[in-house]
């Protein structure tokens, strides 16, 4: 796999030509920034932006400007690669908050290597309606400790209008829902995104996490998709790398609130 090759088709098509991630969502270019504008329960936030040091602080003040007059708090989706090299600093100067930098992870389906099985007594369920998708969000506050209501109302909302586009899976001890995860399958592209992994923390280290990968892989595969792209924590770095998955560079959230 040429990493440089695919950094540039996965800028190209999932950052600077994206495509809204959902119903009532739109994506929008101004001047040199490409942002996603949603409704409360959305994402929005920059996806991409082609900045230098003479227009990146006043790119970044329209930003700020548009988003506080729709009352929205927004992200700034800030790649290791981007420009100019101090972009980050800028947005911290501006008022943002960095979250934890993440590794923007690729890996290639059918390079993958997938011997995981699940453990005795998990199966795996799809969440293709309220109930379930009741269950991947309450496994996501469980493992993350965050609240899922805006998750719950997104994933309905692509079930009901955009059901192509999702993939969404929980696994079952008995009847207790011990993790879960979702694919962002993105149409005319190359790409498929994992999503929202994560395992309540008494049933962690058995290899429910990397099953969950496999589950995924297989779909996207049987759906054409070549590659798979997450956004990596240091915690599953380490597991994605051991399945074939390569770095290409990292992300950090910069969040703003007005």
Known sequence: MDLASVLALHDRDLR?????DGPGSRVERA???VRQVADADGWNGVLWSDLDETDADAAIAEQIAYFTALGRDFEWKLYGHDLPTDLGQRLSAAGFTPEPQETLMIGEVAALTFDTQLPDGIRLLPATDRAGIDLVAD???????TDSTRLRARLLAQLAAEPDTVVAVVALAGDEPVSAARMELVPGTRFAGLWGGGTVE???????????????????ADRGYRYLQVDASDQSRPILERLGFAP???????????
Request: aromatic share 12%; proline share 7%; no cysteine.
């Open 16 to 20: 600077e030509g994206a495509r809204p």
């Open 31 to 33: 001047g040199g920034v």
């Open 139 to 145: 496994v996501h506050e469980k493992a993350f400790g």
């Open 202 to 220: 008494a049933w962690r280290g058995r290899g429910i996490y990397r099953a969950l990968i496999a589950h995924r892989a297989r779909i996207a």
């Open 248 to 258: 290409l560079t990292t992300t950090t959230p910069y969040v703003y609130e007005p």
